[in-house]
């Protein structure tokens, strides 16, 4: 992690008591964010339907979310404040509550991989495809010269076209198919790698005389990981009992995939929250999480836990195609505060805070399992929903009849 400034803690107690601008007044003073910003957040941080009417389709009104801040957390020995857009009360709390816990031994810790993004371009009819296969290896030098040509943008600033796989789908049916791995740099990458597809498809199809098909990116970047690792404390998690019930469940979803998918869905409970808020494709971090928890043949969970002589450590390992460049991150002002309030510098910085972020959603969950069991944790929270539900309920009720 970048620091954001000498000053800057994620331990602020009793933040939840406070006011919402007795909140945004704690960012300005810890130099998390500028008055501007909270000037912004303080009218509610909506998009104006101008700007909504430019990002989308057929926009009719702005639809919001709650924008809140996890606390706690330390990642790569600095504190970062976390954003998360989520209407479950109980993601935040128990995410912030769990970066309590993984703080008091470090914290968490990751790395992520180069930011190598996947695009494919597909062939149907190929008359000879274990042929065609070693053509256009054989070419791979104009083809990596093609690809890079179309962005040259990306090239300048030290991206471009790495690596290639051809793979023969189905001999038979003559269907073979490219792979380009694209180092995208700081941005997710989407539109950089369905160039590179569209510029190379036309002399690939020279070399292999087959139909061309879709010429797309892969929303399953293996070689864009993140990996985030922590050790929790016996001490930390409320005895060894905590501890021996958490590495259970965690045995149990590698055994079982239809406990897998409840434990991958906690981890993207943190994941995706954290995406929403800084402006990224959540829809593809799920897509890719899923279909890499699947690769072996069978669902397996995205985070193990296993036991130590002091606690237990938890090992995360997934794809995270993120940016900080592009896409809403240049028009959506509540996003670009989340980013101010972060504090990231990269794409891979932000990657590891997602992927710490997960792992601490799914350590609250297994922590409550193993303890009172989450229905208990959740109906508490459920209750502050349902009197702010009903809240919302006699207001709309004043308004409708102060309008007739």
């Not at 998390?32 to 389709?57: F, I, P, Q, W």
């Not at 061309?212 to 922590?230: D, K, Y």
């Not at 996003?335 to 504090?343: H, N, P, S, T």
Request: aromatic residues 4%.
């Amino acid at each position: 992690m970048s620091k954001q400034t000498p000053a800057v803690t994620s331990r602020i107690p009793g933040f939840y008591r406070e006011r919402i601008e007795e909140r945004l007044r704690t960012m300005i003073e810890t130099g998390l964010l500028s008055e501007k910003s909270v000037r912004h957040l303080e009218r509610g941080g909506e998009l104006t339907l101008d700007v909504a009417d430019r990002m989308s389709e057929n926009v009719i009104a702005v639809h919001g979310l709650p924008l809140s801040v996890a606390l706690n957390f330390r990642v790569n020995s600095s504190d970062v404040l976390v954003p998360m857009v989520v209407e479950e009360p109980s993601v935040v709390a128990a995410a912030s509550n769990a970066a309590r816990q993984v703080r008091m031994t470090g914290g968490f810790f990751g790395e992520a991989t180069a930011p190598i993004m996947t695009t494919q371009v597909q062939f149907d009819d190929v008359p000879n495809p274990k042929e065609a296969k070693a053509r256009v290896e054989a070419e791979r030098d104009l083809i990596f010269k093609i690809a890079d040509e179309a962005i040259p943008g990306m090239v300048k600033r030290g991206g471009g076209c790495r690596d290639m796989d051809v793979r023969v789908l189905d001999e038979n049916e003559g269907v073979l198919v490219v792979h380009l791995y694209v180092d995208v740099g700081d941005a997710m990458g989407a539109n950089v790698v369905d160039a590179v597809a569209e510029a190379v498809a036309p002399r690939i199809h020279e070399l292999t005389g087959g139909t061309v098909g879709l010429r797309i990116l892969s929303n399953l970047p293996l070689r864009r990981r993140v990996r985030v690792s922590c050790d929790v404390s016996v001490d930390a998690l409320g005895g060894p009992e905590l501890a021996d019930g958490i590495v259970r469940a965690s045995r149990f979803a590698e055994l079982d995939p239809f406990r897998a998918v409840t434990h991958n869905k906690g981890i993207m409970n943190g994941v995706d929250a954290v995406a929403l808020a800084m402006g990224q494709d959540w829809r593809s971090i799920e897509a890719g999480a899923h279909a890499f928890a699947s690769l072996g043949g069978q669902y397996k969970p995205l985070v193990v836990w296993r036991r130590t002589d002091s606690g237990i450590r938890g090992e995360l390992d997934m794809p995270m195609a993120v940016g900080t460049v592009g896409g809403s991150t240049r028009v959506h002002r509540g996003v670009r505060a989340a980013f101010e309030l972060m504090g990231v510098k990269n794409a891979g910085e932000l990657a590891v805070v997602m992927g710490a972020a997960g792992m601490a959603s799914n350590l609250a969950a297994l922590r409550a399992l193993a303890g009172e069991g989450i229905q208990r944790g959740h109906m508490r929270l459920h209750s502050r929903k349902q009197e702010v539900q009903e809240s919302a309920r006699l207001h709309a009720k004043k308004v409708e009849r102060g309008a007739q």
